[in-house]
Structures are given as structure tokens and as C-alpha cells.
């Protein structure tokens, strides 16, 4: 089974960047980022498929991160742009073996990494 370990997290003021990191034990098709904020509902943030490397994002971050990934690494990854309050939350990477449908379904994925703080400061 696919061990994941994100990092990256940390703090950064409104308007800022930052990256993160999901380290894969081993290649998986299906990759994600989720995010949970304190008192919310767990979210998708952005997906990518291994063979196209198409991907889908949340309406709310749409041309402001971008998910992409390594598979010689297999590491994903999250470049976070223009980041603002709202994107404070604890972000998750998630992994499935094999194809899913639709994208943002936290059952769709069986693996999760522990998360990492973003915090993000007006």
C-alpha cells in the first residue's frame, strides 16, 4: 500500500506563494490535493490523472494553483499563487490506484498522507 507524506506547509501573508509536496512510496494513477478548514467540510482542491496528466481544479482556486506531479519521483506536487485567507486550512494528499470518477470524492481515494498546515494571513 502507497505511504504519502506531504510537506510544504507553513505560513505566508495574503498574496503570497507556496508549494507543496506529496511524497509517493511507490506510482499511483490517480492523484489529489484536499483540504479541510477548521468547522468545515473536507474539499478537493485539484486532481491529476497519470496518463493523460489532465487536470481538475475547485472553481475557488482555479488559476491560482496548479497541481502537477513526478512519476519518476513520484512525487506530487501544489504550486499556490495569490493565496488569500480562505485557503487557510490543513491540505491533504490523496491517492488511488486506479481510475475514478468524478474527481473530488474524498471515497474515491483509499490513501491519504497525514496533511500540513497552510495558513495564509490578510
Known amino acids: 500500500q502507497v505511504q504519502l507524506v506531504e510537506s510544504g506547509g507553513g505560513s505566508v501573508q495574503a498574496g503570497g506563494s507556496l508549494t507543496l509536496s506529496c511524497a509517493a512510496s511507490?506510482?499511483?494513477?490517480?492523484m489529489a490535493w484536499f483540504r479541510q478548514a477548521p468547522g468545515e467540510e473536507r474539499e478537493g482542491v485539484a486532481t491529476?490523472?497519470?496518463?493523460?496528466?489532465?487536470?481538475y481544479y475547485a472553481d475557488s482556486v482555479k488559476g491560482r494553483f496548479t497541481i502537477s506531479r513526478d512519476n519518476a519521483k513520484n512525487t506530487l506536487y501544489l504550486q499556490m499563487n495569490s493565496l488569500n485567507p480562505e485557503d487557510t486550512a490543513v491540505y491533504s494528499c490523496?491517492?488511488?490506484?486506479?481510475?475514478?470518477?468524478?474527481?473530488?470524492?474524498?471515497?474515491?481515494?483509499?490513501?491519504w498522507g497525514q496533511g500540513t498546515q497552510v495558513t495564509v494571513s490578510s
Open positions: 491529476i490523472y497519470g496518463i493523460s496528466a489532465t487536470t
Open positions: 490523496a491517492a488511488a490506484y486506479s481510475h475514478k470518477w468524478p474527481p473530488f470524492l474524498p471515497e474515491n481515494f483509499a490513501h
Open positions: 511507490e506510482y499511483t494513477y490517480l
